[in-house]
């Protein structure tokens, strides 16, 4: 079953008057008749035949452009979300209301949906003329606003929350990248566990040719592409077509197009769905805890993990390995 609400910082009549097209692989989940004037039309990838697709709307309202969309596909191992930021009218940015609702999102299905499996972050269809993104980065006209140090640290937090919010999903968390993925933009994707991209995708941190450091989940950089690429990266602002950020480490897949980008996160989806659900957590959980610890502790925190997954006995463990077995007989 699919499941959809909408968590948008939208302006209504805007949204109502959107004509966001169908693309590639993706379909509508609604038909535009029967969607709210304050629901943002979207579409999600085609993930497999075993899940279902009885759409439902729960939509809450924030104030902004942008709208950010949560649909739940209930497959038979549970559930798979995609998290869809579109904007009606210019490419996706994170204005403060707009990390709110992704913060809110984040949240919800984390206290509402104890048997997720994955999630999917992207970017929706652009406004008609416009280039696709990702994200863009964080909203200039928002950046001008900022006069003191106060004002300032208050806008930086948000955004390191909204990465904290997706980091605290306890399932892998994959990032749809098709066009921009810049400054705030690239810290979202870092955020995430996955990132899946098409070739004609660029990567880059601007923000020091805008007198500005980069900063708050830009941290995260030195681990994916390490530090001499990441000086290289930030000090001299270049952008980076996919291919070289497939190359440094920035993404794990790069694809020729939006159909074979749908493809590819429905393949590693489905294989995510293959694994052990408690095991699948505690790895990524394992994962974060190696980020910020030496080897010694590494080893250490794997081992109480790896005796955590007998704590039932190792109910799951040999449910898997029995299939692993018949697979193999």
């Known amino acids: 079953m699919l499941f959809k609400y909408s968590i948008p910082a939208v302006n209504r009549g805007a949204a109502h008057k959107a004509k966001l097209s169908s693309q590639s692989s993706w379909r509508r989940i609604r ?20 899940h279902s697709s009885h759409p439902s709307n ?3 309202r924030f104030s902004s452009t942008t709208t950010v969309t949560v649909t739940k596909q209930t497959s038979q191992t549970g559930h798979i979300a995609t998290l869809t930021l579109s904007n009606p009218t210019k490419p996706n940015i994170l204005t403060p209301s707009t990390l709110t609702a992704l913060t809110t999102a984040c949240q919800t299905l984390q206290t509402t949906t104890p048997n997720l499996r994955a999630v999917i972050l992207t970017g929706g269809p652009p406004p008609q003329g416009k280039s696709p993104a990702f994200i863009a980065g964080a909203d200039i006209t928002s950046l001008q606003t900022l006069n003191s140090p106060a004002t300032a640290k208050a806008f930086i937090t948000q955004i390191h929350q909204t990465c904290q919010a997706l980091r605290a999903l306890p399932v892998p968390v994959l990032a749809r990248i098709h066009g921009a ?14 990132r899946l ?3 004609t995708s660029v990567f880059g941190m601007p923000e020091v040719r805008l ?13 994916l592409i390490g530090m001499g690429r990441t000086r290289r990266l930030l000090y001299l602002a270049e952008t980076l077509d996919a291919a070289t950020a497939e190359r ?41 805890r190696w980020e910020n610890c030496s080897v010694d502790e590494g080893v250490e925190a794997g081992v109480e993990a790896f005796a955590a997954a ?17 697979r193999r007989g």
Not at 183 to 192: D, H, M, P, R, V
Not at 212 to 221: G, N
Not at 271 to 288: T, V
Request: with cysteine.
């Open 31 to 50: 038909a535009a008749s029967s969607i709210p004037p304050f629901t943002a039309r979207n579409s999600i990838p085609q993930l497999s035949s075993r």
């Open 58 to 60: 729960h939509p809450i």
């Open 181 to 194: 993925c810049l400054g705030a933009g690239l810290e979202i994707a870092a955020a995430c566990d996955l």
């Open 197 to 199: 991209a098409t070739q």
């Open 211 to 223: 007198g500005i450091p980069s900063v708050v989940e830009a941290a995260l950089l030195p681990g």
């Open 248 to 288: 440094w480490g920035l993404v794990e897949r790069v694809v020729d197009d939006e159909m074979g980008l749908d493809e590819a996160v429905a393949e590693w989806v489905e294989r995510l769905e293959g694994m052990g659900p408690k095991a699948l957590r505690s790895q990524k959980s394992l994962m974060q």
């Open 310 to 326: 007998f704590e039932d006995g190792g109910v799951e463990a040999r449910e898997f390995m029995g299939r692993f077995g018949r």
